[in-house]
């Protein structure tokens, strides 16, 4: 029997490097396992592949999706109230024109690069997931959320708010929402939800200070930045150097984030406060981030990183069992120096005494 | 008619945005009286559940509109998850947040 002649098709990472990645001492258990997979599955394939052409690969390496792939789809709304909207660019097309429409794909992909390059994680869900955003959601609306599968953002009402994709901490933060369901799945409410909260802000600010190349020292530690008007007298939604200090405005009243545990707040509004108690664990980041010096990725990042996909961090850990959780793994990761000034940060906000 | 509306939640928290506004329709000219009588019962405000849609599920930043209604001894409340998808009820908040926004 004569075998059909079929079109070869290649993986997108050669077999060495996903046989060095597999051994490499700095990529982490998941990238290592990741890649160990994809290895296996690639062997497999090479034969398969002899057998029965190489189309059947292709088939299962994406199925598998162990193979780092960056997949972009944004939506317009157009200013409805229905997503995901209607497609108006996907992966590799070229730029729409519309302000909101580009910053979206260009933020999505900075947050896709900083998660395959630094932590060597491949997408949201580690195993390439599609990156979905809608923009232009309903009219004058000021907010930008995870639904649990994609990201929408609204325009702002011009007033006091423009839109939310041109702060790129913003769009990491929010894609840090779904790394976060995925991994410890910390549940949204009181101090698990302020954690929750704070590991957006942190990877966020982390994605805006990889783009931009900014060492820990030199980068503003902001969220939301460029998003309030000129008609507002603030400079973002929360600082996590100064927790307290974004805004003071007639129309939005002061920020009230607490940059201690000794003002935490007590309340049940906004799911336990956990837009204004992230600030403590937003604070002991960039404490230990400055403290370290360099790129904040290089060593907090990781710690934080590495925490949030262990088993021993619950959906309902409080800022305690985290702090501790950071602490063992800065020991583990980097020794007692680094230990040290983790617990240091954590005394400083008053987490651990 | 005394009607509350506070918008829990959403990416920060401004407390001014975030507080409780109340309108007691008493107080107000006819015209924007019967307005907002009119947008409360269009809702059935009185008739839908008091939870009318929670959040999805691990949502994050997602805004919940809170309507209280208090028509002498009767009192009401309604929670609504954006995307609100009541129409009606979307009427009455549209109206009621741009309300207080002015």
Known sequence: MMLKKVHSLCGIIPPYMLESISKAELANTEGRAAARRTLALTTVLQTKRRMDGAR?????????????????????????????GTLVRSEESDPNGDTAIDECYEGFGATFDFYKKILGRNSLDNTGMDLIGSVHYGKSYNNAFWNGSQMIFGDGDGIYFSRFTQALEVIGHELAHGVTSYTAGLEYQGQSGALNESMSDVFGSMVKQHHLRQKATDADWLIGKGIFTNQVQGVAFRSMKAPGTAYNDPHLGKDPQPAHMKEFIHTTEDNGGVHKNCSIPNRAFYLLATALGGYSWEKAGRIWYAVLRQPELVKNADFVLFAKLTCEMALKMYGETVRDAALAAWKAVGVIN | MIVTVQVDGGFAFFPKLNAAKTVDTETLPTEEKKRIETLVKEARVWDISEVLSEPPRHPADVQTFVVTVRDGDRVHQVRAAEPVTDAALASLLDFLLKRSDE
């Open chain 1, 56 to 84: 059947i690969s292709r088939v299962m390496a994406v199925k598998d999706g162990s193979i780092p792939h960056k997949n972009r789809r944004i939506y317009t709304c157009n200013n409805s109230e229905s997503y995901p």
